[in-house]
């Protein structure tokens, strides 16, 4: 038997098996449930859909604005509390203003921050007030213009929610909200880009959340590069990418074991060529 052409066998093989587990694998990691389903009150993931530019608010100065004019042509960062919440929306906020002190990027310049209040019965008043608590600790004061609280009618919130696909309940008799918790990023055209859920966000997932959201308009050669190692998981969470990078060294390992297949191929053809000529043939 020709080694060459058992060699070539075993190794074709081998690659054929690693290219089919790396894609079944992708397959499995690519599934998932969002972990905020509860009944009435979860987040669908809306990837790529279009937020209507044109829903009215107002804002913490009390003057009436848009959603597009809160997005200003940059990317941002859409949260969903109501004011009077002293739990799990505190919590929301003082996890983000967290994060966002301990990355680089500041708002108002490269991104915004959009809070909305998903309760229409409170007064803009409530949203300047939980301005100015979160100046007091956000430490990059100059950003706060990239800082919007606004207040709407429940026609304005549903719009929004509805777009984002943010569901709560709110009880008509007592007025309590029940609510999920969670970042939604948004581009500066107004497209749903990611989901952070939870309270407690890691810098880095803001970070690359916000470069993926600006369309490569901010953040280094370096961010760009985690974006293609990383991915958002069914918790909406960055990971790295495992199935993406086996996919690539597989690639690369094919195209590798192709060149020496080939070259093995024309050092047998000449050794044959050799040896017919030495024997006369």
């Known amino acids: 038997m020709n080694p060459l052409k058992t060699l070539t066998k075993l190794v074709g093989t081998a690659a054929l098996v690693a290219l089919v587990n790396i894609a079944a694998l992708g397959q499995v990691n690519s599934n998932g449930s969002n972990p905020m389903i509860n009944k009435n009150v979860w987040i669908e993931q809306k990837l790529g859909a ?43 906020l003082d996890g983000l203003t967290k994060a966002l002190n301990a990355i680089r990027f500041r708002s108002g310049k490269e991104f915004n921050v959009i809070v909305v209040s998903i309760d229409p019965r409170e007064p803009y008043t409530l949203g300047q007030a939980k301005k100015r608590d979160y100046m007091e600790i956000y430490n990059k004061r100059e ?22 696909g943010y569901r709560y309940t709110q009880d008509p008799k007592t007025g309590q909200i029940a609510h999920p918790v969670g970042l939604m990023y948004i581009t500066p055209v107004g497209k749903v880009s990611h989901y952070l859920f939870g309270v407690d966000y890691s810098p880095r997932d803001v970070t690359l959340a916000l ?14 590069a985690a974006l293609l190692c990383t991915h958002a998981d069914a918790n909406g969470k960055y990971t790295v990418a495992v199935t993406r990078i086996l996919k690539v060294a597989a690639a690369g390992t094919v195209f590798v074991l192709a060149v020496f297949i080939s070259a093995m191929f024309r050092l047998e053809r000449k050794r044959t060529d050799g040896t017919e000529v030495a024997s006369g043939k």
């Open 143 to 164: 950003g706060a213009n990239g800082w919007h609280f606004l207040t709407g009618s429940a026609d304005s919130i549903k719009a929004l929610t509805t777009a984002v």
């Open 211 to 224: 470069v993926d959201a600006s369309d490569n308009k901010i953040g280094s050669v370096s961010e760009y």
């Open 50 to 92: 279009q937020v209507p530019l044109s829903i009215p608010f107002t804002d913490e100065e009390n003057h009436t604005v848009t959603f597009g004019d809160c997005l200003d042509k940059r990317p941002s960062i859409l949260v969903m509390p109501f004011y009077r919440c002293a739990g799990a929306c505190t919590l929301e």
